[in-house]
């Protein structure tokens, strides 16, 4: 099975209007969950810190997913194969791979959890949801998830590096 028959087959059954409702919710605004997150800061120092890490984490996650995206230009999968729709308009973003979506959520998500597990597994269940959004809505192969999931990872260990680097400064 394809990329994009996996595609075609989340969007056949999810074709009711509320299954359109849901994946043009998780695919587009469910990310904006995290915000509340930012509240946490009051909590401890330890999620201050956490919520800080998650903030540059996102920063550095959408700027090395966009150039990413820019570089490599892969087609979205609407543009590309017949009987997926783009049930969300497209971002601005140049590309496909990685997903930007998902490069800040799971970056969002892996910062969280390094303070909190309960806090991270729900982090985390946002940024899977977000994931899952984006290719239900035609914007993203799963390849795409998984590099944006990759470049998550990578953002937030570059900025735990830098945050234990000016520690000893």
């Given at each position: 099975?394809?990329?994009?028959?996996?595609?075609?087959?989340?969007?056949q059954?999810?074709?009711s209007?509320?299954?359109?409702m849901?994946?043009?919710?998780?695919a587009?605004?469910?990310?904006y969950?995290?915000?509340?997150?930012?509240?946490?800061?009051?909590?401890?120092?330890q999620?201050?810190?956490a919520?800080?890490?998650a903030?540059?984490?996102?920063?550095l996650?959408?700027?090395?997913?966009?150039a990413?995206?820019?570089?490599?230009?892969r087609?979205r999968?609407?543009l590309e194969?017949?009987g997926?729709?783009?049930?969300?308009?497209?971002?601005a973003?140049?590309g496909?791979?990685?997903?930007?979506h998902?490069?800040?959520?799971?970056?969002?998500?892996?910062?969280l959890?390094?303070?909190?597990?309960?806090?991270?597994?729900?982090?985390?269940?946002?940024?899977?949801?977000?994931?899952?959004?984006r290719?239900?809505a035609?914007?993203?192969?799963?390849?795409?998830?998984?590099?944006?999931?990759?470049?998550?990872?990578?953002?937030?260990?570059?900025?735990?590096?830098?945050?234990?680097?000016?520690g000893?400064?």
């Open positions: 099975m394809s990329e994009a028959d996996i595609i075609i087959k989340i969007q059954s999810l074709s209007s509320n299954g359109r849901l994946i043009g919710f998780a587009r605004w469910l990310i969950l995290f915000i509340p997150f930012i509240f946490l800061v009051r909590k401890s120092t999620l201050r810190d919520v800080y890490g903030a540059w984490t996102a920063l996650a959408l700027m090395l997913s966009t990413l995206a820019s570089i490599i230009g087609v999968p609407y194969s017949k997926i729709e783009a049930i969300v308009p497209p971002n973003q140049a496909s791979f990685p997903s930007s998902t490069a800040v959520a799971v970056g969002i998500a892996i910062a959890s390094s303070a909190n597990v309960p806090i991270g597994v729900a982090a985390f269940l946002v940024a899977f949801l977000v994931a899952f959004g290719v239900a035609g914007m993203h192969y799963v390849t795409d998830i998984v590099g944006g999931a990759v470049v998550g990872v990578l953002a937030f260990i570059i900025v735990k590096l830098v945050q234990e680097g000016l000893k400064v």
